[in-house]
């Protein structure tokens, strides 16, 4: 068990507080976000990691600071001192007509099942793409709910495309087809996971 880590607890909060806002949204997103909240812990004190911080230098990282400086004071405060130590990362395989996507987004959860706070109920983390990026058509078992902190972008769930701007929700049920596309702005979000949190995302 390693101990805690000092700025967490702050981003915990913030995260908490951003993502407690889609309880006054649709009653689906509502009860996914209450759900979701009930299975963290509070972000009031520090949390003992399963895995301690590590530096990281994924490429897209260079972007925080514009998404921070967008979703304001309270995001700068808490998500600059430890951006580099979270476990970002990207999973997918490499594609030949996007070559490059793998340097232009990256996701850190940091509860879950493999995460530096250990749950098995639930994932939750933040996702980070880079302006001019298309995340492609992919799908998961799990329920996705996403509150997005900065950047608006085109959201496609279903083959419906809804420009989201910051403050929305979207949720994702288990295997819908989903995509989003970046433009001017890179985006930020938090997002969750329950249901099915333990099998991976594959392209559709």
Request: aromatic share 6%; glycine share 6%.
């Amino acid at each position: 068990m390693a101990v805690a880590d000092p700025d967490l607890p702050r981003l915990l909060r913030v995260m908490r507080h951003a993502f407690a806002a889609g309880r006054g949204h649709s009653p689906a997103v509502a009860a996914e976000a209450a759900r979701v909240l009930d299975a963290l812990p509070d972000g009031q004190e520090p949390v003992p990691l399963t895995t301690a911080l590590s530096p990281n230098d994924h490429p897209s990282l260079h972007q925080i600071p514009e998404a921070a400086r967008r979703a304001g004071p309270a995001w700068t405060e808490a998500l600059t001192p430890v951006a580099r130590r979270l476990p970002w990362r990207f999973g997918y395989a490499p594609r030949p007509d996007l070559p490059d996507l793998q340097d232009r987004m990256a996701w850190a959860e940091i509860v879950g099942p493999a995460a530096p706070i250990h749950s098995d109920r639930v994932g939750f983390g933040l996702t980070l793409i880079g302006r001019d990026t298309l995340y492609p058509a992919h799908r998961h078992p799990a329920v996705e709910l996403y509150a997005v902190v900065s950047g608006t972008a085109a959201w496609t769930l279903d083959s419906v495309t809804t420009q989201r701007p910051p403050g929305d929700f979207v949720l994702h049920p288990a295997q819908a087809v989903h995509a989003m596309r970046t433009a001017q702005e890179p985006l930020l979000a938090i997002y969750s996971w329950t249901g099915d949190i333990l099998s991976p995302t594959a392209y559709a």
